[in-house]
């Protein structure tokens, strides 16, 4: 049993890896777009991957806060929109794989928002 669990975790961990590695050149369905096995299928996927996923996301938005908390700390408040900026980074994004990032409809956002300024 317990080699089964890590042959489809190994399974799981280098489809998620290698899931971003092609040309998104190909017009994929959308999760809507599945017949219910299909979605089925989909969702499944995605408690698999998202079981794998998550764990990563977690450390590091504790890491964030931690590090935000100590840039706030350790400047006195003078920088506190730095350390809110890390703060947003870290504790936003996806926190699960939802099946259209599987199909290639969305990408996975795991850092938050991008800080752009012009």
Not at 72 to 84: F, P
Request: hydrophobic share 45%; net charge neutral.
């Amino acid at each position: 049993m317990r080699k089964i669990f890590v042959i489809l975790l190994l399974i799981s961990c280098i489809g998620f890896f290698v899931q971003g590695s092609f040309i998104k050149d190909a017009d994929a369905k959308t999760f809507s777009e599945h017949k219910p096995a299909g979605k089925a299928g989909l969702v499944a996927a995605s408690v698999v991957s998202s079981a794998v996923y998550l764990p990563f996301k977690a450390a590091y938005a504790v890491l964030g806060g931690v590090s935000s908390g100590l840039t706030y700390a350790v400047t006195m408040a003078k920088e506190a929109e730095t350390a809110n900026r890390i703060a947003v980074k870290a504790f936003t994004g996806d926190w699960y794989i939802h099946p259209n990032i599987l199909t290639g409809s969305e990408e996975l956002n795991f850092s938050g928002p991008d800080d752009k300024t012009p």
